[in-house]
């Protein structure tokens, strides 16, 4: 159980074109989502956090206008790379937890974006 | 702010070695530990999670052990296979927080 999916996999897309890429937990209901980001050789940033219904709540230095976060449903979270741009090429990771503050949270397997 | 250090940054073993993964943090009041394996191009997958009361946990080959006090946790794997060849990260989850905080990881090679 615990599953998390992420789609696409991987996406190519032109600069200045927007691209959305969606979390899923397919076996449970995460009341909370969280958005990472890897550059190659670092470890993962935590970009945003995601409550149900919410406003999401953004790290220091990450653009919220920029990248556009929606948790409408308590399986369904989505991250929108707005006006990319070639530094926005990474790899974008997301993961979820259930109400419980003991939950551990349970990543999905990624998506590689490149901005052209 | 809390700080995750792995070492080392890469390893390379025969196969058959056993060997240790060593994750440090600058902040121990944790709430739990995370060990996550990294395929390259690929997702994580959880590998052992040890609570803040817990001193280890085994999984297999796999065993994880967390000394909050001195804010320490070694992986060790026991019997290293070439598939085991993958980065390993270690994640640090403080007390009455959700926000983890990953180390840079160590990327194993194991030999044939």
């Known amino acids: 159980g615990a599953v998390v999916s992420q789609h696409p996999s991987w996406v190519i897309c032109k600069s200045g074109t927007s691209v959305k890429i969606e979390c899923r937990s397919l076996d449970f209901q995460a009341t909370t989502m969280f958005w990472y980001r890897q550059f190659p050789k670092q470890s993962l940033m935590l970009m945003a956090t995601?409550?149900?219904?919410?406003?999401?709540?953004?790290e220091q230095g990450v653009e919220k206008d920029k990248f556009l976060i929606n948790h409408a449903s308590l399986t369904l979270s989505t991250l929108t790379v707005t006006s990319a741009h070639p530094e926005d090429s990474s790899f974008y990771i997301c993961s979820a937890k259930r109400l419980a503050a003991w939950d551990e949270q349970f990543f999905g397997p990624g998506t590689r974006l490149t901005v052209l | 702010k809390q700080e995750v250090t792995q070492i080392p940054a890469a390893l390379s073993v025969p196969e058959g070695e056993n060997l240790v993964l060593n994750c440090s943090f600058t902040d121990s009041a944790i709430y739990n530990l995370q060990w996550f394996r990294q395929d390259p191009g690929k997702g994580l997958t959880s590998l052992l999670l040890?609570?803040?009361?817990?001193r280890e946990q085994t999984s297999g080959r796999l065993n994880a052990s967390l000394d909050k006090s001195s804010g320490r946790s070694t992986l060790y794997i026991a019997a290293s296979q070439p598939g085991d060849s993958a980065t390993y990260l270690c994640?640090?989850?403080?007390?009455?927080?959700?926000?983890?905080?990953f180390g840079i990881g160590t990327k194993l090679q194991v030999i044939p």
């Open positions: 995601s409550n149900e219904g919410s406003k999401a709540t953004y």
């Open positions: 994640a640090v989850r403080p007390g009455g927080y959700q926000k983890v905080t």
């Open positions: 040890i609570q803040s009361s817990q």
